[in-house]
């Protein structure tokens, strides 16, 4: 089986998370993690210039094969939910522009991946990440660990949806023609 590198991102204007594990079978192992801050007292375009080009240096040096990325879920503020979905945004042009490919996971999705327990809370979540990449010590901040984690989800279903795409090509031995009448 071929390795994998995954490059986790859990979007934010003020703090995105990233976090490049490498997938080999059932083996995880971290290659870097941490985040993209940027001022709040800095013009929105500015900050997603900033996180453009940073994530931009960042898929340049670890060379990922796919972007894992969170899908947003807010139910309460709106307005923080249009910044973080700027960000996001972005993330996703800077994937695009260095041709990887992407995969969007929701929280329950990464949680269940990672905890087996799709209401788990951060603690857990940090807890398993160590775990199964075998850290000396917690994830931290909240943010790189969640990136870590949205990159251990894919890890966790990649094979599957290979199998998936392999199985979905693979001809029938059915041959259907259409025959019209004269």
Known sequence: MDALRVLGIDPGIARLGYGVVDVEG???RCVTYGCIETDA???LAVRLQTIFHRLTDIL????????????LFFNRNTTTA???????GVALLSAAEQSVAIAEYTPMQVKQAVTGYGRADKRQIQQMVKVLLGLAELPKPDDAADALAIAIAHGHSAPIDRLVVRESNRPTGWTWERRTRR
């Open 60 to 71: 340049l040096t670890h060379r990922p094969s796919v972007m894992a990325v969170e899908e």
């Open 82 to 88: 249009f910044t973080v979905g700027q960000a996001r």
């Open 26 to 28: 059932s083996s995880l």
């Open 41 to 43: 007292h800095t013009p």
